[in-house]
């Protein structure tokens, strides 16, 4: 078809030969219409940066010749934001079936019996985005272990037996662990599910009940194939690790799909700033949760000092945090409380780390007061609330950050006494494109004062950013507790120094980010059942 300006020309041609003087113009074209202006991101909201994306099977080699004992370490990037809609828990319960439901060749009993005289350890967890393999033997059993091992990701056995056994366990988990007994991990998958409502990490990892009553042996097998893939395996060896081995294990991998489904795309987090969800349960005491989701991450300039402030708040289960000494120790409020700069789920192996491999591409700041008396649940939020925007406001005097920096220089060197830990953060860095970061952390130390770490404050840990999450029986009083805004006097049963009592003024008006229309109550029983 010949455009418009084509057909013009041939028209004023065809003119000026007929012997025309006064050749008709064109009519002018229309503009293109402008490009719609890409609208702003809304203020809080946080874009999906891709991580780093390692090479397929890519090696991470740690190797030491003095241990016998060698460690596997297997990660693909898949996880929960891989279950389909419908069926969450699918990835979770994939893995699991793949590591503990037996091989082609074993049962899954029997496998359990060929691992014990070998004191072996093979564990699989899955988060967000990374779900990890484990294998830890003596050399000796090298060579049986490693056929083991391999063969639970070629040629698991997919009883139909053992589907059903380990879906039974993750629907208990669900209804009975993680709704009735463990306030804990309920506040946390609760602001999972504030902090990213709509978006792929919301739903509770190991699944929902609709989602895994839903699932069927056929669901596992073809999720297998689709993201237990070669182009999503980082491997990471360390121990008495020589080329032979490198080859033997790269070699059998080799026989794992080379590719399968395309990575999922995430969407921006919209802010949830100012909201809170009570999850209503019977329960004798309050859970607190509160954060909100950040675009810091590894490898950005302020996740060193904002890390360095929130371990001044409090590490897990660490005694010199400000926020344990004022509400634990001081007034008597609760048990823990924590805070942290990124995801925090808790080492089962090595008591009060993170866990390694928890790599994912939107973070979130978290802190956690728990178990509290229900009538000081308010009282609590708001210390936390204080002690946090006392940092924005105030430098740590020069006593204060000597402490911390001290404590920091010698707890990060714990956090890598392991192997399999090591491992972790080794393989963490190719997503965050951080190398040697925890070298990186200490060489950070020696740099920070107290007022760069209060600058990276200000920028980062605004207390308005934060949406809360309680666990609580009485959710209404709660409710209108915080719709109110209504001061939170607190009592205590034996005396107290004048200058506490003073402070308690403070945090008793302490103003909480919490917008009273953006107050929901859920029934705990109801809570991820969909």
Request: glycine residues 6%.
């Amino acid at each position: 078809m010949k455009t418009r300006a084509t057909v013009s020309l041939v028209l004023a041609a065809a003119l000026s030969l007929a012997g025309c003087t006064h050749a008709p113009k064109p009519p002018p074209e229309e503009p293109p219409p402008a490009p719609a202006p890409t609208p702003p991101p809304e203020q809080g909201s946080v874009p999906a940066v891709p991580l780093k994306q390692p090479q397929p099977m890519q090696l991470v080699v740690q190797a030491r010749a003095d241990t016998p004992i060698v460690s596997l370490r297997l990660v693909f990037h898949t996880g929960s934001i891989d279950d389909p809609k419908g069926k969450e828990g699918l990835t979770a319960l994939t893995a699991k079936l793949m590591a503990e439901g037996g091989t082609r060749k074993l049962t899954a009993a029997q496998l359990l019996e060929a691992l014990y005289p070998m004191a072996a350890e093979l564990k699989v967890v899955t988060d967000k985005e990374m779900t990890t393999l484990s294998g830890r033997v003596h050399q000796d059993f090298l060579p049986s272990f490693l056929q083991l091992f391999t063969d639970t990701l070629l040629e698991p056995r997919f009883d139909p037996a053992e589907f059903e056994r380990l879906r039974a366990n993750a629907l208990n988990a669900v209804r009975n662990g993680l709704r009735s007994e463990d306030d804990e991990t309920l506040g946390k998958v609760g602001l999972d599910a504030l902090l990213y409502a709509g978006h792929p990490y919301a739903h509770y990892t190991g699944g929902t009940v609709q989602g895994l009553q839903s699932l069927t042996l056929e669901d596992v097998k073809a999720h297998a194939r689709r993201v237990f893939t070669q182009d999503r395996l980082v491997i990471g060896l360390a121990g008495p690790v020589d080329a032979n081995l490198q080859q033997a294990l790269t070699s059998r991998l080799g026989a794992l799909p080379v590719t399968g489904a395309p990575r999922v795309e995430l969407p921006t987090v919209k802010s949830s700033a100012g909201r809170a969800l009570i999850l209503q349960k019977p329960t004798l005491s309050t859970a607190v949760s509160m954060g909100f989701v950040t675009p810091m991450r590894r490898g950005d300039p302020d996740f060193f000092p904002v890390s360095f402030a929130l371990s001044n708040l409090g590490e897990h289960r660490q005694f010199i945090g400000v926020l344990f000494n004022e509400l634990r120790e001081q007034r008597g409020l609760n048990y823990g409380d924590y805070a942290y700069a990124e995801h925090f789920i808790e080492d089962r192996g090595n008591g009060t780390f993170n866990r390694t491999n928890l790599v994912r591409t939107q973070q979130d700041v978290s802190l956690w007061l728990r178990p509290v008396v229900p009538a000081n649940g308010v009282f609590a939020t708001r210390g936390a609330v204080f002690f946090l925007e006392r940092m924005s406001k105030e430098p740590l005097t020069p006593e204060r950050f000597e402490l911390v920096l001290g404590f920091l220089q010698g707890y990060t060197r714990l956090w890598e006494q392991t192997d399999q830990r090591r491992l972790g953060y080794a393989i963490d860095s190719l997503y965050y494109g951080t190398p040697d970061f925890l070298e990186a952390y200490r060489a950070a130390l020696a740099t920070m004062t107290p007022e760069s770490v209060q600058a990276a404050v200000r920028r980062q840990l605004s207390p308005e950013k934060l949406a809360f999450v309680y666990v609580t029986e009485d959710a209404q009083g709660l409710a209108r507790q915080l719709k109110s805004g209504a001061p939170s006097p607190i009592t205590y049963a034996s005396p107290k120094p004048p200058e506490l009592l003073k402070l308690d003024e403070r945090i008793i008006q302490q103003k909480l980010p919490v917008r009273p229309d953006a107050i929901q109550v859920v029934p705990a029983a109801e809570f991820m059942e969909r």
